[in-house]
């Protein structure tokens, strides 16, 4: 009896396990297609637990990129101080232009495709880092690590523009804006670091 119990037991957790694979392989492909201007936040599910675990996944990556060149500590109040921004943000403008409905997808989509680039970032600029305390010039990865942040500046103007319903270079002033005032409250925190 107690073996059967056990069998059946494991084969709910096998197929809850199965199940949850499916929805973050359902999420990741998602997220790469917005990633390739393929999709948009809209085609996200607006949900504040998936929010909540692509905050952790994305505070997660941001120390782990942001320890490259500071402390953990500090890197861990600076992604900590970034999500904060990035929620403000978010949460201002869209309520400013009247669509605070859509904040759990564009939050999602703004975190996701953040992990994605970050986690391909990572590895650059450690591998930059490790050219610079050689003292030899910047070469491929330089370039890429300018590639990817292009990119993924473009993605949240993409991203930002679907919530608001506004032009490409309208969103983009704002994401430009956004950019630069973390900037300033991050380096006012961190001078040295930024």
Known sequence: MCDST??????????????????YKALFDNLMRICLFKA???DLPDSSSLNVQLLMMYFLSGVVLLS?????????????????????????????????????????????????????STPLVYL????????????????LLLILFGWSVVIMIKILS??????????????????YLSYQVIN????TIT
Do not use: H, W
């Open 6 to 23: 056990n069998k059946k037991g494991q084969a709910v957790f096998k197929r809850y396990n199965i199940d949850m694979m499916k929805d």
């Open 68 to 120: 490259s060149g500071a402390t953990l500590g500090t890197a861990i109040v600076e992604a900590f101080l970034e999500i904060i921004l990035l929620i403000g943000f978010i949460y201002a403008v869209l309520t400013f232009f009247n669509t605070p409905y859509r904040f759990n997808q564009t939050l999602s989509a703004l975190l996701g495709t953040g992990i994605i680039f970050a986690s391909l």
């Open 162 to 179: 679907e919530a608001i319903n506004k032009p490409v270079l309208f969103s983009g002033l704002i994401i430009f804006c956004y950019l």
């Open 40 to 42: 948009g936040p809209k």
């Open 128 to 143: 930059n880092k490790a050219s610079r305390q050689a003292e030899s010039t910047a070469g491929l990865e330089g370039i």
């Open 188 to 191: 006012a925190i961190y001078p």
